[in-house]
């Protein structure tokens, strides 16, 4: 276990600098951008962004690691660190033992479940029922193996007992192609990622995996509500702290974490891609982070996915 550093008087004199796992450009990196807008000004310092990518967050994470645990080194992450717990063979870090979780940013509250709109689903009860009656038949299209996304999949393959195939895609463009073109049956990806054709004609969303129904989806039904109770699945983005940051430091990035979250342009941007607003306790953060880690290492188990180097390497 990590001894607590000392806090240094009048946190934080200096820039913080926050490791960032993905490249640039992306949503969450974007988001992130925005967020750090916010902050600075509540934490009286600038907030520099090291873009890290690779090794499953592996790069970002050790980065992070290998600077004094005084509160000025910090790690982006989300709940798809806890994914890469179980799907990588070689674990350049420890998510739970190495970082404490100091609050959310924001949360992505649900995944779309779409079709082609020439489809003759309309529903998650169509979906099961179809492959039932011709096992192995029904194919469902997601980005990346291991991804969130595609961990969905299987999710609701397992959850609901069906024979489904699952065809992987580089990017989500390649997916909803795929979809209008009729090359899968069902198309599993974020509000975001579907946005460009989310009021189009070309495909239906015919089921969210949130607690409830998306604000701009309400007549879009939950996989919950249709007749799966313990089906959710959604996401966070998040900072995180080396383990054995001062408790009083810990404290002081929390506060001002919380009250970031709380800013109306920043609450506005995340509406119009499907997100919410963050804020949470240390410690409901880092019960919500181990138990995704429980949940996608025993998605990953029963799928019999082959578990990777941080290379890539299988």
């Not at 008087?9 to 807008?37: F, N």
């Not at 970082?99 to 959310?104: A, M, V």
């Not at 024979?163 to 975001?192: M, N, S």
């Not at 799966?228 to 995180?240: G, I, N, S």
Request: net charge neutral; charged share 20%; aromatic share 8%.
């Amino acid at each position: 276990m990590v001894a607590p550093a000392c806090a240094e008087p009048g946190y934080p004199r200096r820039p913080v600098t926050i490791y960032v796992p993905y490249g640039a450009g992306g949503l969450g990196d974007v988001t992130l951008r925005l967020y750090s807008q916010k902050l600075a000004p509540r934490l009286g310092q600038q907030l520099v962004l090291e873009n890290r990518p690779g090794a499953g967050g592996g790069v970002a994470a050790k980065a992070a690691l290998a600077n004094p645990r005084d509160g000025y080194s910090l790690f982006f992450c989300g709940s798809g660190m806890a994914i890469s717990m179980s799907l990588f063979k070689t674990k350049p870090f420890d998510i739970l033992n190495d970082f404490t979780q100091i609050s959310t940013i924001s949360s992505l509250d649900e995944l779309l479940f779409a079709t082609g709109a020439s489809s003759p689903f309309n529903s998650v009860q169509d979906v099961v029922a179809m492959a039932h009656k011709d096992p192995g038949k029904l194919t469902f299209g997601s980005i990346n193996p291991g991804s969130t996304q595609n961990l969905t999949a299987h999710l609701f393959k397992q959850t609901t007992g069906i024979d489904a195939v699952i065809v992987p895609y580089k990017a989500v463009p390649d997916l909803i192609t795929a979809l209008i073109r009729g090359d899968v049956d069902v198309g599993v990806d974020y509000f975001a990622g579907f946005q460009p054709v989310a009021g189009d004609t070309r495909i239906k969303i015919i089921a969210t995996t949130g607690v409830r129904r998306s604000p701009l989806l309400p007549f879009v039904p939950t996989i919950k509500e249709s007749g799966y109770p313990d089906f959710v699945v959604k996401t966070w983005q998040a900072l995180a702290a080396p383990r054995g940051i001062p408790d009083d430091v810990l404290k002081l990035l929390n506060h001002a974490m919380v009250e970031a979250a709380t800013d109306p342009e920043f609450r506005e941007w995340l509406v119009k891609y499907g997100m919410s607003p963050g804020g949470s306790t240390v410690e409901a953060q880092n019960i919500a982070m181990t138990q995704e880690v429980k949940k996608w290492a025993e998605v990953i188990q029963k799928a019999g996915l082959a578990q990777v180097g941080t290379d890539g390497v299988r």
